[in-house]
Antibody, heavy 122, light 108 residues
Framework: QVQLQESGPGLVKPSQTLSLTCTVS??????????WSWIRQPAGKGLEWIGR???????NYNPSLKSRVTISVDTSKNQFSLKLSSVTAADTAVYYC??????????????WGKGTTVTVSS | EIVMTQSPATLSVSPGERATLSCRAS??????LAWYQQKPGQAPRLLIY???TRATGIPARFSGSGSGTEFTLTISSLQSEDFAVYYC??????????FGPGTKVDIK
């Protein structure tokens, strides 16, 4: 059973870079059937797709965040990571990593991490 | 960007009753639509993909329908564990997945 676990600082200062890592366990991140994504959710609000990465390193980003987002993968550690630069209070949210299952579910995200809360504050 | 809207924002239903949730896309997404359930403090859970196919392990009381721009999630007989927020998501635009704002199903 594949599981995802987010990790990283829970508090980031304004204008700094938010960095999170998602560790994949119970399966290989290099499986060709999946894309690995980041999604966030401000408190009491809806879900916002941030972007995704394939194990080849190919990425897609939300245009609204593209200038500030970098998603990378480390297949040797079975991890993928998110960096979001120049953060403001508007970036405060629960950040989820998820697996987009292309073969079985067309793109639906069938495995999610539990989420990690990131607060942007000085 | 494909904008997703959901109605109603809140649906009050008694246990055992049917719940019908709507989702609309600003342009056609074909059948590339998923539904998720989210309970407080938990990550979303995939319920439906391809607009009408239940994901593995999802009870038969959950059903989805629609195509193009209009979609429906029906819960045939609400159980206590079904009270949650439900989101629709389009994955037709591969470069930008978008979610609806959610429908909260609460106890009447």
């Amino acid at each position: 059973q594949v599981q995802l676990q987010e990790s990283g600082p829970g508090l980031v200062k304004p204008s700094q870079t938010l960095s999170l890592t998602c560790t994949v366990s119970g399966g290989s991140i290099s499986s060709g059937s999946y894309y690995w994504s980041w999604i966030r959710q401000p408190a009491g609000k809806g879900l916002e797709w941030i972007g995704r990465i394939y194990t080849s390193g190919s990425t897609n980003y939300n245009p609204s965040l593209k200038s500030r987002v970098t998603i990378s993968v480390d297949t040797s550690k079975n991890q993928f990571s998110l960096k979001l630069s120049s953060v403001t209070a508007a970036d405060t949210a629960v950040y989820y990593c998820a697996r987009e299952n292309i073969v079985a579910y067309g793109g639906g995200a069938d495995v999610w991490g539990k989420g990690t809360t990131v607060t942007v504050s000085s | 960007e494909i904008v997703m809207t959901q109605s109603p924002a809140t649906l009050s239903v008694s246990p055992g009753e049917r719940a019908t949730l709507s989702c609309r896309a600003s342009q056609s997404v074909s059948s590339n639509l998923a539904w998720y359930q989210q309970k407080p403090g938990q990550a979303p859970r995939l319920l439906i993909y391809g607009a009408s196919t239940r994901a593995t392990g999802i009870p038969a009381r959950f059903s989805g329908s629609g195509s193009g721009t209009e979609f429906t999630l029906t819960i045939s007989s609400l159980q206590s564990e079904d009270f949650a927020v439900y989101y629709c998501q389009q994955y037709n635009n591969w470069l930008l997945f978008t979610f609806g704002p959610g429908t909260k199903v609460d106890i009447k």
